[in-house]
């Protein structure tokens, strides 16, 4: 009975922090994706530069607090951590909907982004290492199903009215802030961190240094996918001549792609390892956005939505099981944070690269940009010793279970 209680309570961890997960994520498409350029538009007559200001304030502050976020979670519960981040994000939901100035408002997501940065450091340094790949296909399925279904069902409830809308937000916040309470996790315990934050710091560049092209990798894909964030509806309608109806359909068929595929993915990953799924993901993704520069049809864009779909499913586990392969034993948290504030960078980055891309009058050539840029990760990786992919290791010989 002892053994089952054993093996079980890994399991219920990990389902617990995949809800809270969810509900996260949820809120952060409802609230930015539909909820504020309806309500701060129509309603409260800002402007859109406002609205531009205070999603990227909420991107912004969640990828370069996630330093300072492991650097907490490596010395303090994490169930505390997250309560406190769960506040924060409260106050800023509040200060969202009782404040129509334009700085107020960017703060307030400033605040929601630094509240909601904890969740994802935690699910990476909880889940298990025999399993990371396949754990970490799932914990993508609840990301983008929370992600998604946010913004459609706070668009099916905003024509019922303000009230609505946001009484549905906050039962998704507290039923999120109920399930900390509920979950149990992992912690490097606050006497097993016997070495200084810039220890730490060494510690972790001696591993991702002997990962060669990890680091520089990891800034690359993210750039490369934010140079497309600001014209992807404006292609579409004006390149492929979908209608948005047609381009919702089109995204959810590439989101359909990646949910079914990453779990099959994650369990195939766990048993051959390798450096192919990342080689032959990046590689597809690349021909697959070459691929939308020379097409002009709905039924072809469905199609190489569904490949993108598909090759995002194939790369996202194993490459953050490469991650995990690199982490110092002795600063989880931090490390893991460091590694997700240099993949935030991208994020930023990358937009201003496509703008100034798109400045020069080309719609097409952002896209044939990105691609160049996922084609030449893949060619690293076909190019790159088969060793550096096959480094596994425990990253949790020091996690303790706590409540």
Not at 54 to 76: C, E, M, N, P, Q
Not at 237 to 256: D, P, R, Y
Not at 267 to 295: C, E, N, P, R
Not at 394 to 399: A, P, Y
Request: proline share 3%; hydrophobic share 55%.
């Amino acid at each position: 009975m002892d053994t089952t209680n054993k093996v079980e309570r890994p399991q219920q961890t990990f389902a617990r922090l995949a809800m809270i997960l969810f509900f996260i994520e949820w809120i952060r498409g409802a609230v930015l994706i539909a909820f504020l350029p309806t309500y701060v538009l129509t309603s409260w007559g800002l402007t859109t530069s406002v609205v531009g200001l205070a999603v990227s304030a909420h991107y912004l502050t969640d990828s370069l607090i996630k330093s300072f976020i492991g650097y907490l979670l490596d010395r303090y519960s994490g169930r505390i951590v997250l309560h406190c981040g769960f506040f924060l994000g409260f106050v800023g939901l509040l200060l969202m909907v009782t404040t129509h100035s334009p700085w107020i408002l960017i703060v307030a997501s400033a605040c929601l982004g630094a509240g909601f940065s904890p969740i994802w450091i935690l699910c990476m340094s909880q889940v298990s290492e025999e399993q990371r790949a396949q754990q970490m296909g799932t914990l993508y399925v609840y990301w983008m199903a929370g992600l998604g279904l946010g913004p459609v069902t706070m668009n099916l409830l905003i024509g019922a009215g303000l009230s609505l809308s946001l009484g549905v937000i906050g039962l998704f916040f507290v039923a999120g802030w109920i399930m900390v309470g509920l979950v149990k996790l992992n912690k490097v315990s606050v006497g097993s961190v016997k070495i200084s934050v810039g220890q730490q710091f060494v510690s972790l560049w001696n591993k991702v240094k002997k990962g060669g092209f990890l680091v520089p990798g990891m800034l690359l894909q993210t750039t490369a996918g934010g140079i497309l964030v600001p014209f992807l509806t404006s292609f579409a309608i004006s390149h492929l001549g979908l209608s948005h109806s047609q381009l919702s359909i089109v995204l959810f068929m590439g989101g359909v792609g990646v949910v079914l595929l990453l779990v099959p993915m994650g369990k195939w990953f766990d048993q051959v390892g390798g450096k192919w799924f990342l080689v032959l993901g990046f590689g597809v993704f690349a021909i697959a956005l070459f691929g939308l520069t020379s097409i002009s049809s709905f039924s072809g864009a469905i199609w190489l939505s569904l490949l993108l779909g598909c090759a995002y499913a194939a790369l996202l586990p194993s490459w953050n099981a490469l991650m995990a392969s690199y982490i110092p034993e002795d600063s989880v948290g931090i490390s893991w944070g460091l590694l997700f504030s240099i993949e935030g960078l991208g994020v930023v980055i990358g937009p201003l690269i496509g703008g100034w891309l798109g400045s020069w009058g080309n719609e097409l050539l952002p896209f044939q940009v990105s691609a160049c840029l996922f084609g030449l990760i893949s060619v690293v990786y076909l190019l790159s010793p088969a060793r550096l992919f096959i480094h596994r290791k425990k990253v949790t010989g020091n996690l303790t279970n706590v409540s």
